[in-house]
């Protein structure tokens, strides 16, 4: 994350919201891995930072989004396959996947002001602002044929593995869940998500067929992160 950023500056003020300079999104990645779990912290910072994330994220070298939509494409091959794009933030992934011709996608997200400024980029089909956690969703037994989530596991007070048994409640059977954990995440999270994977495993409910990997951030905070691609059984 490099050297820690002078918090004099955004005393009295919103980080990043007016220059958008990298040094604005890497304030925003340093409180994001300082903010306490349980709590609306990050959900506020997401909130405060929607309008300009997707400029401050590009200057400071974020890359996942359109790798990330490139390994998806390469996997499904129907481009009308009805697709969640889970924990969609701001709609990078999903700008992404529409260039590569998917034509039906819905996000979900919990903040707010991270749909609404979805909304404005003509690529989703529904909005659902919700958390993923182990609670029910609205949304129906088996409704999706792929779900996607980039940028949230392994990140403090993001989605953690107790939302997997929901992302495979809403995928229909054969389906696809692709993900990405980043080498960060992957620091505290592995033996987590490894844990959750072997257990689902055993269970039948889903099969990891592959790992990938892809280039996730570049610049002063060069990382990779991991990509597995598991079916629904």
């Known amino acids: 994350m ?3 950023i002078d918090e004099d500056k955004y005393k009295g003020t919103k980080p990043g919201w007016e220059n958008c300079a990298k040094e604005d999104f890497r304030y925003l990645r ?3 891995w300082e903010a306490n779990k349980g709590n609306d912290e990050i959900r506020e910072l997401y909130d405060d930072f929607a309008v ?3 400029q401050a994220a590009l200057k400071y070298g974020y890359v996942g989004h359109s790798n990330f939509a490139d390994v998806v494409s390469d996997v499904i091959i129907d481009k ?3 697709i969640l794009d889970a924990a969609s933030g701001v709609g990078m992934v999903g700008e992404e996947m529409k260039k590569h011709g998917f034509i039906n996608i819905d996000a979900l997200d919990p903040s707010k002001p991270s749909i609404d400024q979805s909304k ?3 690529v989703y089909t ?6 993923l956690d182990e609670h029910r969703t609205q949304i129906q037994d088996g409704f999706y044929d792929v779900v996607v989530m980039s940028g949230t596991l392994g990140v403090p007070g993001h ?6 048994p929901e992302l495979i409640r809403i995928t229909k059977p054969g389906g696809f869940i692709i993900l990405t954990v980043t080498e960060k995440g992957l620091v505290v999270f592995k033996d987590k998500l490894d844990a959750a994977i072997e257990e689902l495993t055993k269970k039948g409910l889903w099969e990891v067929l592959e790992t990938r990997w892809i280039e996730y951030m570049k ?9 597995p691609i598991i079916k629904v059984k």
Request: aromatic share 6%; net charge negative.
């Open 2 to 4: 490099g050297d820690k």
């Open 30 to 32: 340093q409180k994001v």
């Open 52 to 54: 300009h994330y997707k």
């Open 80 to 82: 009308t396959a009805r």
């Open 120 to 122: 404005t980029l003509d």
């Open 126 to 131: 529904n909005f659902i602002c919700e958390t």
């Open 159 to 164: 989605a953690t593995e107790s939302c997997l």
């Open 219 to 227: 610049g002063e905070d060069c990382e990779k992160a991991m990509v």
